[in-house]
């Protein structure tokens, strides 16, 4: 079975600084890692995903991800945030099957953005 | 461009009551979903099913029902609502042959069960 853990359920952090939502999974297959934002009242958006290749995974809005399988980690970072960053993020994985469809999610972390 | 679109957007029941939450969507996605989100637990997966006249249930089904009659449609029925399931519903979407695919949200559910 899958799981993700997120272990930061709220981050604070100014405009234009850096950020970094941290991700850790457990698997004993190979995986396939998403990032989803969540604006207020509205369903999740991909980010970015990593299905293979390099590790380096960049996204929409300045995002970008590092796949790193000796750490099982897949963590989130964006070099000068700005407000409407602010939202909610979820890592997930999926079995890298065919013919799987399962995401397990994370618990999320609320990202705020102070001016 | 509709992509995934549920209905109602709000909704209030009493407890023992029933509904149906719809979900729809017109991108010929062979799997669709159902995820509640609470506060704390992120997303859970309810029921999903893998094309029209086949369901599965997910990490919480029970007390949930769902069918898919068709691509298009995967309405989620509450048989006798618990203020358990006060939640935020998700329907979510991928495309056929999708094992790499991300998913596609629509915006959700608000039921409140008093």
């Known amino acids: 079975a899958q799981s993700v853990t997120q272990l930061d359920s709220q981050v604070p952090v100014f405009e234009e600084a850096p950020v970094e939502l941290r991700c850790n999974y457990s698997s004993s297959v190979s995986v396939y890692l998403f990032w989803y934002v969540q604006y207020p009242n509205q369903g999740l958006q991909l980010l970015l995903k990593y299905l293979s290749g390099s590790t380096l995974v960049k996204g929409i809005n300045g995002f970008e991800a590092e796949f790193n399988k000796s750490q099982t980690s897949f963590h989130l970072r964006k070099p000068s945030v700005h407000i409407s960053d602010t939202a909610e993020y979820f890592c997930a994985v999926r079995r890298a099957t065919s013919g799987t469809y399962k995401y397990i999610f994370g618990t999320g972390t609320r990202l705020k953005v102070l001016a | 461009n509709a992509g995934v679109t549920q209905t109602p957007k709000f909704q209030v029941l009493k407890t023992g009551q029933s509904m149906t939450l719809q979900c729809a969507q017109d991108?010929?996605?062979?799997?669709m979903s159902w995820y509640r989100q609470d506060p704390g637990m992120g997303l859970r997966l309810i029921h999903y099913?893998?094309?029209?006249?086949?369901?599965d249930q997910g990490e919480v089904p029970n007390g949930y029902n769902v069918s898919r009659s068709t691509t298009e449609d995967f309405p989620l029925r509450l048989l006798s609502a618990a203020p358990s399931q006060t939640s935020v519903y998700f329907c979510?979407?991928?495309?056929?042959?999708?094992?790499?695919?991300?998913?596609?949200f629509g915006n959700g559910t608000r039921l409140t069960v008093t």
């Open positions: 991108m010929n996605h062979e799997y």
């Open positions: 099913s893998v094309g029209a006249g086949i369901t």
């Open positions: 979510a979407s991928s495309p056929p042959g999708s094992y790499n695919s991300p998913l596609h």
